[in-house]
């Protein structure tokens, strides 16, 4: 598999366990950064034999189905890409996310 062509047919949807937190005082659960930042990784990895390593994702998205977010990440050659997260699930402490991933055509 050509590596320079990591996560350009990248699309499924993950579970991510324990995804969930409560942010400081507030009683709404928001997605927690790391968790989303390991699905990126878990998918990409699992699709193209590349694992990223530094991959960001926003602090303080609420825990809503339909949310949508984007995370960052460098794909070989140090190619940038975005990783388009939407919450599909919600259940106690899990989400479920439809992650499309694409070369970050701003960077």
């Given at each position: 598999?050509?590596?320079?062509?990591?996560?350009?047919?990248?699309?499924?949807?993950?579970?991510?366990?324990?995804?969930?937190?409560?942010a400081?005082?507030?009683?709404?659960?928001?997605?927690?950064p790391?968790?989303?930042?390991?699905a990126?990784?878990?998918l990409?990895?699992?699709?193209?034999?590349?694992s990223?390593?530094?991959?960001?994702c926003?602090?303080?998205?609420a825990?809503?189905v339909?949310?949508?977010?984007?995370c960052?990440?460098?794909g070989?050659?140090?190619?940038?890409y975005?990783?388009?997260?939407?919450?599909?699930?919600?259940s106690g402490?899990?989400?479920?996310?439809?992650?499309k991933?694409?070369?970050?055509k701003?960077?």
């Open positions: 598999m050509n590596r320079a062509r990591v996560a350009h047919r990248a699309a499924a949807t993950l579970v991510a366990l324990s995804a969930l937190g409560l400081g005082c507030q009683t709404e659960s928001t997605i927690k790391d968790i989303a930042a390991k990126v990784v878990d990409v990895a699992k699709q193209n034999n590349y990223p390593t530094d991959v960001k926003p602090a303080g998205i825990a809503k339909g949310g949508k977010f984007d960052t990440f460098t070989p050659r140090d190619v940038a975005l990783a388009h997260m939407k919450i599909a699930k919600v402490a899990n989400a479920t996310f439809d992650i991933v694409a070369r970050d701003g960077a």
